[in-house]
């Protein structure tokens, strides 16, 4: 489904990611975490074909993802960017149909089918109210809850989100991660980069820890999410606990062990 | 002993040197002619700074008005006063109204007085209003300028005007003003005016019609050998010099 | 938040009550077009019947039908069809068709650019133009062909100057990168070097040659006095391809308005889709400027004006954004032609200039209103 070899890549001059292996296969529900820098965004943008390798490659759907179009692109992967603003003048439902256009002709004729995966995309993400409104006068949360919107009306197979549930409260994020969790059931494809941990391990069976531009962990949510495991790649002293309900692993941190208080080695 | 670039006429003051152009004159070109007079034609605001500059340099300048043959009249013998040749310029002036006064009472025999539009300036159209040199030449002529009160030297028209304006006869100048006219039937949209229909529209220079001098007399008689024809004997009328037909 | 959606979603101007999604904004918008395409209709004739030559509404009328092959009674004098047809109608046609491609082109520019201000000027199009009309009229390339029959000449040297500067511009912008990864803000910067050299230059021809000042100036002021159906013939292939890979190219607009990685992530090649839309922006730009000189504002003013009414879709815009502009330099020219007594013209640029100025203070202002609410929200 999704295939990073031996991916390098960066900026200009800058280099993020080194030598990257990953392999997703379809179906799977895998959550990309790691500190700030960590080049998690970078890699993203990477294995959706948008940033060009350096040196190594990405497959997507067993192709180089280098030698398809931009179309072919957007059709097998759905990108939800971090967020920002949105351009002005465009109503909800508006920015929405924009998902559709790698599937529709340049004029982009309403097909019956675009109608349909735009307001299917609309009521999953409980957007269907805010439909009609400027999607540039939405506050934060609701905007990025439109971007998921977007990218599942664009596709469901492969989903690549960013960060993408970041400005939500607590009642939105679940609703996003069941909703995520619910596309993966329905047999989609879902790389997420979160900052949160315990949603991670909460709703993730398969954990990828980025430091420094490098692969650090890969593999199944109780074997690697470990207080040592934690600790080596966020550099603070960090418990593991049980989910008191589901019993997945749970992180909690201690009030005074920053980076500089964890002792050397 | 010097003149403006655009100043070529008469040829023999061609050779004299050039202190700039007659917008823009170099103050220190002229100074350095050391100049006993300058002049200066009016009009021009830009071209006055200059004037100023000579003058507070104890340079004297005259500047003159001439859009009339009144003006023109005094202004000849005014230079005439400032040079010290009075009496060449009274000479001259003398000729200029005799000569005048004789195409007038050739004129009056007229039958018609043509309607003529005298066309400045194309495809930004600007026609001799009622008010320069240009209109009494046509008046001089045998004709009637069809501009009328247009008080100034100029007038924008536009294309629906002249057609409303209907001119029996049309006169494009042709020169700095005008570099590159269209020949009236080259005019698709004027194809309906009157002159158009019977061809009577002609070039003429510039230089000798719309810049008021001694050449203006020689306008209004080569005018009034275009607009009647019939009031010149044969002989005359072969040996003027024909400006050129329009068209062709 | 949760109980103020609910609250929303209960209210009864939300979402869409009836039927269908989005069918009642789609008829608004058709609704909209209609009136636009009425009202230029009704301009056209109206136009048509005014002007210093003195027309009955009746004269008018028959000399239209006339032309068009159709007798209503008597037939009008030469004249006056020459007048009605031949002056009023074919400006018409050409205020129209440029009003439209400069909007078009605005609304092109802005889109690609992202940025409000954009028109032809920023990317140095319509200097470009003003420049190879000033060669032609200086070199005497233009009064030559002319003098041959030929009134060409003089538009093909502006157009050709519109593309050798947009051409300049992407070559500058590029800066040894590929075309295709140009960035928006070198594209700016670039075309504003481009616009500021070319109007040094303009100015140099001007000193150059002082007898040419007149006809350079009231080529650069933009006017369709003395214009007739040879320049809508001119026009229009240009004008046509120039609208055709705008208008084809409508949604992907709309994609770049994201930015280009969202719009990439949404399946558009952004580079090439901007390099196409450039060109078809400037053709349009170009054969506006060739045939009718510089006429600022509308390029700048009727996009915003068409956003305001139907919003950013440019499947809706550019449309909207044709008609407005249409309409907009018809009235102008009508103003333009009728303002001053015995038949004198001032110059369009200067209309809409004076028109579209003050008008893009008040949509400033209110959209700095906007901004303000905008900002307080969520």
Redesign the interface.
């Known amino acids: 489904m999704l295939r990073a070899v031996d991916l390098s890549c960066g900026y200009g001059r800058t280099t993020v990611l080194r030598g990257v292996n990953l392999t997703m296969a379809p179906g799977e529900f895998v959550a990309l975490l790691g500190p700030n820098g960590s080049g998690k965004t970078t890699l993203l943008?990477a294995l959706?074909g948008?940033l060009p390798a350096a040196a190594g490659r990405v497959e997507i759907d067993g192709r180089d993802a280098a030698r398809l179009?931009?179309?072919e692109?957007?059709?097998l992967v759905?990108?939800v960017?971090q967020g920002?603003s949105a351009?002005?003048?465009?109503?909800v439902?508006?920015l929405v149909r924009?998902?559709r256009?790698?599937r529709?002709g340049?004029?982009?004729g309403g097909c019956a089918d675009d109608?349909a995966a735009?307001?299917a995309a609309l009521v999953d993400t409980?957007c269907?109210?805010l439909?009609?409104r400027q999607a540039?006068?939405?506050?934060?949360?609701?905007f990025q809850r439109v971007l998921l919107a977007?990218a599942l009306c664009?596709g469901r197979g492969l989903l690549l989100l960013d960060e993408a549930t970041s400005a939500l409260?607590l009642?939105?994020r679940v609703e996003a991660f069941d909703l995520l969790a619910r596309t993966h059931r329905e047999g989609g494809s879902v790389l997420a980069a979160v900052h949160d941990l315990n949603l991670a391990a909460l709703y993730c069976p398969r954990l990828i820890f980025l430091k420094n531009g490098r692969v650090a962990l890969d593999g199944p949510t109780r074997e690697v999410f470990t207080e040592s495991n934690l600790r080596d790649i966020y550099e603070t002293d960090i418990r593991v606990g049980k989910h008191p309900v589901t019993g997945a692993p749970q992180a909690h941190l201690l009030p005074g062990a920053g980076a500089a208080a964890l002792p050397r080695g | 002993m010097a003149r403006t670039d655009a100043d070529t006429s008469p040829a023999r003051i061609a050779r004299l040197p050039v202190i700039g152009t007659h917008m823009r004159p170099n103050v220190e070109a002229v100074l350095a002619r050391k100049p006993d007079l300058v002049l200066q034609m009016a009009g021009r605001k830009e071209a006055s700074l200059p004037v100023e500059a000579l003058r507070r340099r104890g340079v004297p300048v005259a500047v003159f008005r001439a859009e009339t043959f009144a003006e023109l009249f005094s202004v000849i013998q005014r230079v005439g006063v400032l040079t010290g040749s009075e009496k060449r310029a009274e000479a001259m002036v003398r000729d200029m109204k005799k000569r005048l006064a004789a195409l007038d009472a050739r004129m009056a025999k007229a039958a018609k007085r043509p309607r003529v539009f005298y066309e400045v300036r194309s495809p930004d159209m600007l026609a001799a209003g009622d008010g320069g040199i240009v209109d009494e030449i046509v008046r001089h002529a045998g004709g009637v300028n069809c501009v009328a009160d247009a008080p100034g030297k100029f007038a924008r028209v536009s294309e629906e005007e002249i057609i409303r304006l209907a001119p029996e006869v049309y006169i494009i100048q042709r020169g700095p003003m005008n570099q590159t006219p269209l020949p009236l039937d080259k005019r698709p949209r004027l194809a309906v005016i009157p002159a158009a229909r019977t061809g009577r529209a002609w070039f003429v220079d510039e230089k000798k019609y719309a810049r008021p001098g001694r050449q203006s007399v020689d306008a209004a008689e080569e005018l009034a050998r275009l607009l009647h024809p019939e009031l010149f004997p044969a002989t005359a009328r072969a040996a003027a010099a024909a400006p050129n037909k329009d068209g062709k | 938040?949760?109980a103020e959606?609910k609250a929303?979603?209960a209210s009864p101007e939300?979402?869409?009550g009836e039927g269908?999604?989005?069918k009642r904004?789609v008829c608004a918008v058709v609704l909209a077009l209609a009136a636009l395409a009425s009202a230029l209709l009704f301009t056209t004739l109206l136009a048509c019947g005014v002007g210093s030559y003195p027309t009955t509404p009746g004269q008018t009328l028959r000399a239209l039908a006339q032309a068009a092959g159709v007798s209503l009674g008597a037939p009008v004098d030469a004249d006056l069809a020459a007048v009605v047809v031949d002056i009023r109608l074919a400006r018409v046609l050409l205020a129209g068709m440029t009003g439209a491609a400069l909007s078009v082109a605005g609304a092109a520019f802005q889109g690609v650019l992202?940025n409000p201000l954009a028109d032809a000027f920023t990317l140095g199009v319509s200097g470009g133009a003003a420049f190879g009309a000033s060669m032609g009229i200086i070199s005497g390339v233009a009064g030559a062909a002319a003098l041959a029959g030929d009134v060409r000449a003089l538009p093909v040297c502006a157009l050709a100057g519109a593309l050798a500067a947009l051409a300049l511009v992407l070559l500058l912008a590029r800066a040894g990168g590929p075309l295709s990864g140009l960035r928006r803000e070198t594209l700016v910067l670039a075309g504003i070097v481009v616009s500021t050299f070319l109007s040094a230059l303009i100015s140099l021809l001007k000193s150059l040659d002082e007898e040419s000042v007149s006809s350079i100036v009231f080529w650069i002021m933009g006017s369709f006095q003395g214009r007739g159906f040879e320049h809508v013939a001119l026009a229009w292939p240009y004008m046509l391809v120039g609208a055709g890979i705008v208008f084809?190219?409508?949604?992907?607009l709309?994609?770049l308005?994201?930015?280009e990685?969202?719009a990439?992530?949404?399946?558009?090649?952004a580079g090439r889709s901007r390099l196409w839309l450039l060109f078809g922006a400037s053709l349009l730009a170009g054969a506006s400027v060739a045939v009718s000189g510089v006429i600022g504002f509308v390029g700048l003013v009727v996009p915003h004006l068409a956003?305001l009414m139907l919003?950013?879709?440019h499947?809706r815009l550019l449309p909207a954004s044709a008609l407005l502009g249409a309409l907009l330099l018809i009235w102008s020219d009508v103003l333009a032609r009728t303002v001053l007594p015995r038949g004198a013209e001032l110059p369009v640029g200067v209309v809409t200039a004076l028109v579209g100025g003050p008008f893009f203070c008040l949509l400033l202002a209110r959209n700095f209103r906007l901004a303000g609410r905008?900002a307080g929200?969520?």
């Open positions: 943008l959706a948008l179009s931009a179309r692109r957007a059709r759905s990108c960017p920002g351009p002005p003048g465009y109503t439902r508006e924009m998902g256009f790698s529709g340049f004029w982009g109608d735009c307001e409980h269907l109210n439909a009609d540039a006068e939405l506050s934060g949360g609701e977007r664009q409260d009642a939105r | 938040m949760a959606a929303r979603a939300s979402g869409n269908k999604p989005g904004n992202r084809w190219r409508a949604r992907e709309d994609l308005s994201l930015g990685t969202q990439r992530m949404l399946g558009l090649e956003r919003g950013a879709g499947r905008g929200r969520g």
